[in-house]
């Protein structure tokens, strides 16, 4: 019977080892706040920086970055607060072939991306009307973002 326990508990360890092990292949959710925004009509290119601009202007955070992505159609803006180690961000990305919009709100804490606060979702809430007054036409959607090796 004894040999029976020392075996379970052999075997509960190995389990656990190998979970750990591949912990970083499995897609998890991502927290944040994320809209996904699909524009009823084709975008220009120079639109990413434009929105990133009013967003910027909207919320009083800084534009921190932006650029153009794999083609030439795509394209990124980085908003976050004025300082070295971010405690909030927004990343603005944009599909104009497929005439998408995507919007992620993220929270950060000493060790990497919090749930967001009651205050970041608010101001989640604030974008998604910064939008719609943007882009009346639009189909917005609240998403979700995941994270790990495997995810897209």
């Known amino acids: 019977m004894r040999l029976f326990g020392v075996r379970s508990i052999r075997f509960r360890f190995v389990w656990a080892c190998l979970a750990a092990a591949c912990s970083p292949f499995l897609e998890r959710e991502s927290p944040g706040v994320f809209y996904d925004v699909q524009l009823a009509a084709s975008a220009p290119s120079t639109l990413c920086l434009e929105f990133a601009s009013d967003v910027a202007a909207h919320t009083g955070l800084e534009l921190r970055w932006h650029g153009p992505l794999q083609r030439p159609d795509q394209c990124a803006a ?3 607060d004025r300082t070295d180690v971010p405690r909030l ?3 603005i990305t944009m599909d104009g072939d497929r ?10 804490g000493p060790s990497g991306p919090e749930k967001p606060s009651r205050k970041t979702k608010e101001l ?7 939008i719609h007054e943007r882009f009346p036409a639009a189909k ?3 998403g979700n973002r995941l994270s790990g090796l495997r995810a897209p």
């Open 78 to 80: 980085l908003v976050n």
């Open 89 to 91: 961000e927004i990343w």
């Open 99 to 108: 005439r998408l919009l995507f919007l992620d709100v993220r929270q950060f």
């Open 124 to 130: 989640g809430r604030q974008l998604a009307q910064l």
């Open 140 to 142: 917005v959607t609240q």
